[in-house]
């Protein structure tokens, strides 16, 4: 497959650009691979994209039953950052921010990871105290952090409310200058592309109906396009990791809850970094195309319906407009909603199921954007040992037995 | 936004109520005798159902009770409302 670089661009550009190569195949579906994953969302394409390179198992497939990335892949507000308060979760996050700073060369595909710093918002003496807190203990896991004065807020991003007199008081806030933003569509089509360059197989709309699971170890899995025969199964379909578990006999600790985000009509360029307040449910950037991008809290009911209510959307334009006064002067162009996985403790699960031969990588729940390229890192190490490597070895789905919890309540319940 | 018929008060918009769940959830009679893989089963497992769904609501900015709705997670249209301690009712999408 060609390299993409400048050289072709201009290459291209002679011919009007109408002889691009197609980024990935669509092939028919083989009867037998060494290892399946369920799920081509970003999770995992990375997955698969990690098996190929790093461990060289190429007989994979990726199955996805509608579109690449058409799931949470394309419906988060692609907030990228590694400041996780306990020591498993900034391991995991910490790998996968490394691994984003050099995805782009990575992938030969330009994912347009911006380090535009990612700024948590202090209201109240709690919340300044936790955060002050949570700053030190990330500093000391060798992660970037800092503490900055509601003066420095206010320098770093003019267009916020910091008057002592507003209705959410700006006290202080953390800054990891190294988070940022990225493509979210990007790193689907990059992860596809890179991995189908390796000889994956990604096979779009392929639906799982059913595991084929004998003496308690798993063959294959019924797809609306046949059978197909697998080793090893990973699955990697966030919001419906119960519906899959469900198939192969096995219950979850997770609920599925939509998550909404929407986006205003562009403006120029006010606002530089990612600013986030866990308070009052806001997190808020502006894209290269001007847009506001903004992020609100789940629903607290199950639902697969891909739509959130109403009210979370006026709670937050409710609190948005004190934050960011300019806001009441703008319009909304579109909302939506996905479904999100989220576990008891917050934490991600990833490792193995009841099932000998099925692995699963799920919960990551609000925030699995950022852990695109460490989840599938960890994943595709777990499916090529047929073990959880060390990074994924605390996110086991047995944690929930022995009650080694990973909780994350506090940095991942709202804030993504 | 639900549009939730609470059975004391009528019909009222989600605001005025708190979803808490998966309903019909018993806790175990005798905790100290069952394994710690019951025990989580109790304690974080759930059914977390695509499709007709039993969970249960609290008022609470109206008359504060409990009860059950059984609703389908795919569509979001509430099916059937009932008390706590009532069966849940067979319901159709």
Redesign the interface.
């Known amino acids: 497959m060609a390299k993409y670089s400048v050289f072709s661009l201009v290459r291209n550009a002679l011919s009007y650009h109408e002889n691009w190569q197609r980024a990935w195949r669509s092939p028919d579906p083989k009867p037998e691979y060494d290892i399946l994953v369920i799920g081509g969302g970003g999770h995992g394409l990375a997955t698969a994209h990690y098996l190929a390179k790093e461990h060289g198992i190429n007989n994979v497939a990726v199955i996805e039953k509608g579109w690449l990335g058409g799931g949470n892949t394309a419906r988060n507000t692609t907030i990228v950052r590694s400041n996780y308060l306990w020591d498993e979760s900034a391991a995991i996050y910490e790998h996968s921010l490394k691994l984003w700073e050099g995805l782009s060369q990575d992938l030969n595909f330009n994912v347009m990871f911006s380090q535009r710093g990612v700024m948590n918002l202090a209201h109240n003496l709690h919340d300044w105290r936790e955060l002050n807190r949570r700053v030190h203990a990330i500093r000391l896991n060798g992660v970037d952090s800092e503490i900055l004065s509601a003066a420095q807020v206010k320098a770093e991003a003019p267009i916020l409310n910091v008057s002592p007199d507003s209705r959410y008081p700006i006290i202080g806030a953390s800054m990891q200058r190294r988070g940022g933003t990225a493509r979210h569509d990007a790193v689907a089509w990059g992860y596809a592309r890179a991995a189908d360059q390796r000889g994956v197989d990604i096979i779009q709309n392929c639906e799982v109906t059913g595991f084929v699971i004998n003496n308690g170890r798993v063959e294959g899995v019924e797809t609306t396009r046949g059978p197909i025969k697998a080793k090893r199964v990973g699955v990697a379909v966030a919001g419906?990791s119960?519906?899959l578990a469900?198939m192969a006999g096995f219950?979850?600790?997770?609920?599925?809850n939509p998550l909404q985000a929407l986006v205003s009509d562009p403006i120029k360029p006010v606002l530089d970094c990612v600013v986030m307040s866990s308070a009052v449910h806001v997190y808020i950037s502006q894209s290269d195309r001007g847009e506001f991008v903004i992020g609100a809290g789940s629903?607290?009911?199950?639902?697969?319906?891909q739509?959130g209510?109403?009210?979370i959307i006026e709670g937050i334009m409710g609190a948005l407009c004190e934050l960011v006064p300019m806001v009441s002067r703008m319009k909304m162009m579109r909302q939506w909603g996905g479904v999100v996985d989220v576990t008891?403790d917050r934490s991600p699960i990833v490792g193995k199921t009841p099932v000998e031969g099925l692995f699963i990588n799920c919960g990551w729940g609000t925030g699995g954007f950022k852990g695109t390229p460490g989840s599938g890192h960890a994943f595709a190490a777990t499916l090529a040992a047929g073990e959880p490597n060390d990074m994924a070895g605390p996110f086991s789905l047995d944690r929930?037995?022995?009650g080694f919890l990973i909780d994350e309540a506090g940095a991942a319940a709202v804030a993504h | 936004m639900f549009l939730i018929d609470c059975p004391y008060c009528g019909p009222r918009q989600q605001t005025e109520f708190h979803c808490h769940g998966e309903a019909h959830i018993a806790r175990p009679k005798d905790p100290d005798a069952i394994s710690d893989v019951e025990w989580a089963d109790y304690l974080f497992n759930r059914s977390n159902t695509k499709g007709v769904f039993y969970e249960r609501w609290v008022h609470n900015h109206g008359c504060r009770r409990w009860f059950n709705l059984a609703r389908d997670t795919v569509s979001d249209r509430i099916l059937a409302v009932y008390r706590m301690g009532e069966k849940p009712p067979r319901v159709k999408k």
């Open positions: 419906h119960s519906v469900d219950r979850m600790p997770v609920e599925s629903d607290l009911h199950v639902s697969y319906s739509r209510s109403f009210e008891p929930f037995r022995t």
